[in-house]
């Protein structure tokens, strides 16, 4: 309302009346002028303080509309306490808005820190909200695995019933995964559309590992249960049939003496696999001489048969010590040897050296290490069957590999001792020319940082 329809509504009847009085001699004119002046003035301020408070109650308002805090200002003649008022409640409102946006700023950043890829999915199942983990592992192909049926149940169950439900699935793109998916629906529905969580959790690595141990338990049954079985056959001929034929005796207790001889390098490696396995974590402390450790290896393993394979051994001049285990080194050595000589050329030298690696030889770390190396010109292995050759009981030739006494655990043992060292095993093969293995080893074992285990 402008001042001046303020001015006429208050001075409006005491003018009136001031005018009547006069005009019926009932007051001298003069005094009547007076009054209607002291009227017309007082209208005058008091319209003037109510425009600025009207103006000033309404800049309050559009505060609150706004979020903008009131200014502490003197307070208004007539409005005093309204004014003061608006001013509190506009303060309350943007703290309760600050501390709605803190939460809000915070529920974000734990669906974005959480280690498992999470989504949020609208009723129509189209996607409001993912968290890093979902890009990282996931990038472009959560629609895909949106579209699998199994996760379409779950989610259909959880909006259904109104609880978690899980279901597990197994993806083939972009990288075949195995997953564990739990929805979760989520009421009050979220302002963006928000109606269920789906959280993928990756189970490739355990279901991997659950895998791994079945399928050894089963291996070293399989294993064990051949010399037995012949073992078992063997005592029944010879207490029935082959009892009285000495010859026949003499033939199959022999083979019995190589069952059991089977047997026992089989335990004797499952032994040393598990031995190491489970020292994996502590590093080795040892000094180790490879200059005197290898001839030693070499003297000992020169009485074995070995399809009398010459070995060339090359010990580069001035080798430093490393931290080691010296027994495990000698197995590592011992075991490449073997299959050296068991799967290399008859009759050719199997090569072994050690030496410093050359500076930026690229196969090897940067550090300072040493290299052993074991060389043969056997067949060598196929490109195919390299990345696997270090799994347990694997092996590209199982008749040949059991005809030679192997276990298919040398190379699998090989892998264990060099990662307790922190070291770095390269097996190079060219069909037909033959196998190099080279194990490096660094000189220090490096110092464990607080917290880290191993
Ligand atoms: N020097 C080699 N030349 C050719 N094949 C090899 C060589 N070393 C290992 N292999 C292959 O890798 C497989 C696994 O080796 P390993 O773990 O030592 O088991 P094992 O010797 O008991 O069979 C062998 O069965 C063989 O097929
Ligand atoms: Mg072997």
Redesign the pocket.
């Known amino acids: 309302m402008r001042p001046v329809s303020i001015v006429a509504i208050v001075s409006a009847v005491p003018v009136i009346a001031f005018a009547l009085l006069a005009a019926a001699g009932l007051a001298p004119a003069w005094a009547a002028a007076a009054g209607i002046a002291v009227t017309v003035l007082s209208g005058t301020v008091f319209a003037l303080s109510w425009a600025r408070d009207l103006a000033r109650l309404t800049d309050a308002v559009r505060r609150i509309e706004t979020g903008d805090p009131a200014p502490a200002r003197p307070g208004p003649v007539l409005l005093g306490q309204l004014d003061l008022t608006i001013a509190r409640v506009t303060r309350e409102i943007a703290a309760r808005a600050a501390r709605l946006e803190q939460d809000r700023r915070a529920d974000t950043m734990i669906l974005e820190r959480l280690p498992d890829p999470i989504a949020v999915l609208r009723a129509d199942r189209s996607v409001s909200r993912r968290n890093r983990a979902m890009d990282t592992v996931f990038g472009d192909g959560l629609d895909a695995i949106l579209r699998h049926p199994a996760l379409r149940e779950a989610l259909d169950r959880a909006l259904e019933k109104g609880e978690p439900s899980s279901a597990d699935l197994a993806i083939a793109a972009p990288q075949a995964r195995e997953l564990r998916v739990t929805a979760v629906p989520i009421d009050p529905p979220l302002r963006d559309g928000g109606r269920v969580l789906a959280v993928l959790a990756d189970r490739t690595r355990e279901h991997g590992i659950e895998r791994a141990h079945t399928d050894f338990v089963a291996n070293v049954s399989h294993e064990l249960r051949t010399p037995l079985a012949s073992l078992i056959g063997f005592t029944e001929t010879l207490l029935g049939p082959a009892e009285d034929d000495p010859p026949a005796r003499r033939r199959f207790l022999t083979i019995m003496a190589e069952q059991g001889a089977r047997m026992n390098r089989l335990i004797d490696d499952l032994l040393s696999l598990s031995r190491i396995e489970m020292t994996e974590h502590e590093a080795p402390s040892e000094r180790v001489d490879l200059g005197t450790l290898i001839p030693g290896v070499i003297a000992a393993y020169g009485a074995r048969p070995a399809g009398g394979a010459r070995i060339e051994v090359e010990i580069a001049a001035g080798l430093p010590e490393i931290v080691a285990d010296s027994g495990e080194i000698a197995q590592i050595l011992r ?1 490449l040897l ?3 000589a ?3 050329k008859p009759g050719s030298p199997i090569q072994l050296s050690a030496r410093r690696p050359a500076p930026g030889e690229p196969v090897f770390p940067a550090r300072p290490g040493v290299v052993l190396r074991v060389a ?1 010109q ?4 196929p490109k195919m069957h390299l990345p696997r ?2 799994e347990r009981f ?4 199982k008749g ?2 059991r005809a ?1 006494g ?7 043992i090989v892998k264990h001792i060099v990662s307790r060292h922190r070291g770095q095993l390269a097996i190079d ?1 060219e069909e037909g020319q033959g ?1 190099t ?1 080279q194990v490096w080893l660094p000189l220090n074992q490096p110092v464990p940082r607080a917290g880290e285990s191993g």
Do not use: E, M, Q
């Open positions: 075991n073997d299959n050296a068991k799967y290399g043969d056997g067949p060598g292995i050759v270090t694997y092996r590209v030739d040949r590999s030679a192997g276990t298919g655990l040398g190379l699998a093969s196998t293995v």
